[in-house]
T-cell receptor, first 115, second 113 residues
């Protein structure tokens, strides 16, 4: 069964550095998402992406964050000038758009640790 | 942001019995609801969903019930199996725009052999 893949599985970065989290969505999916889960908290929506542009973004997704689909397969989340509070699990998800009642499928996440 | 709530952080059930996980929501714009199952070190795995035009959806051992007037949904697992032990998340979306999901905090289900 096709799946969403995320790399790396764990990223450790010094505060103030930039990180890029990578995702390969399911190939025939058209909507892409990033979510995050801070330890002990709920999964929170960050941003959605469709037709090569951001569809929606949450209040969390400020100027520190950006997303890109640099080629036909990868979907990346860049976090500039990382802060301690950016430490979390980051999940990528994708969805087919043909039928509106289609679930999002998630990758296994990247654990981001900011030191 | 408490738009989706799962008030029971944990639930223990004997193998073979029914597991009932509950979820409440506050946003009346939500019209698509999903249950995800999550094992440690893995992402959420889609389990079952229901549209607001229905009040029940069944898939094998899993049934989701939706009560729109009470803004409540539940997931029934019967019979429960030890492999069902995981954290279960309720999620909801409004069928507009990108359908981003709002998640509950999860219920940890333990099925005792």
């Amino acid at each position: 069964e096709p799946e969403v893949t995320q790399t790396p599985s764990h990223q450790v970065t010094q505060m103030g550095q930039e990180v890029i989290l990578r995702c390969v969505p399911i190939s025939n999916h058209l909507y892409f998402y990033w979510y995050r889960q801070i330890l002990g908290q709920k999964v929170e929506f960050l941003v959605s992406f469709y037709n090569n542009e951001i569809s929606e973004k949450s209040e969390i997704f400020d100027d520190q964050f950006s997303v890109e689909r640099p080629d036909g397969s990868n979907f990346t989340l860049k976090i500039r000038s990382t802060k301690l509070e950016d430490s979390a699990m980051y999940f990528c998800a994708s969805r087919q758009a043909r039928n509106i009642n289609q679930p999002q499928h998630f990758g296994d996440g990247t654990r981001l640790s900011i030191l | 942001d408490q738009q989706v709530k799962q008030n029971s952080p944990s639930l223990s059930v004997q193998e073979g019995r029914i597991s009932i996980l509950n979820c409440d929501y506050t946003n009346s714009m939500f019209d698509y609801f999903l249950w995800y199952k999550k094992y440690p070190a893995e992402g959420p795995t889609f389990l079952i969903s229901i549209s607001s035009i229905k009040d029940k959806n069944e898939d094998g051992r899993f049934t989701v019930f939706l009560n729109k007037s009470a803004k409540h949904l539940s997931l029934h697992i019967v019979p429960s199996q030890p492999g069902d032990s995981a954290v279960y998340f309720c999620a909801a979306s409004a069928q507009t725009g990108a359908n981003n999901l709002f998640f509950g905090t999860g219920t940890r289900l333990t099925v005792i052999p």
